[in-house]
């Protein structure tokens, strides 16, 4: 119950006034590491088989250069969230790749990429609304509340 109160408050904060901080730079490297130690966390208590991890490619670190604006918590809150579905959702032995690619217009495409069981086509248009889960037995299986 505390997670669903957890992500109500979030979710009412973020639809509120402006972000503070939106108008922060924060190096790029710094946001990816962060990610990747709480990916890497997660991934280790979720694991059934501890003989059979997850197998992780992160984009090397020198190859990420930049400074992204925004709130430092909320950015992290964003992409640690793809990730962690990746994790709940991604078997033990199975691989997550996440990759940050520059686009041709000056900006960037954050990309996780699991070898989980994935989503239907015909869930995809619809995974923005609140509560919205693909199957319950989804829910039950990795947690969550279907606010992510």
Request: proline fraction near 5%.
């Amino acid at each position: 119950m505390q997670t669903v109160v957890q992500d109500l408050l979030t979710l009412s904060r973020l639809e509120g006034s402006p972000l503070p901080g939106v108008r922060e730079w924060h190096p790029l490297q710094t946001l990816l590491h962060s990610c990747e130690e709480e990916g890497r966390a997660l991934s280790r208590l979720v694991t059934r088989d501890q003989a059979r991890p997850h197998e992780w490619s992160f984009p090397a670190s020198e190859s990420v250069v930049g400074e992204i604006a925004g709130s430092m918590k909320e950015l992290q809150s964003a992409l640690s969230n793809l990730i962690s579905n990746a994790v709940r959702y991604t078997p033990d032995g199975g691989s997550i790749r996440l990759r940050w690619d520059t686009t041709t217009d000056g900006g960037a495409a954050f990309s996780v990429i699991d070898s989980g069981q994935g989503i239907l086509a015909q869930h995809l248009p619809r995974l923005t609304e609140r509560f919205y889960r693909v199957s319950n037995s989804r829910s039950r299986d990795s947690g969550g509340t279907g606010l992510g």
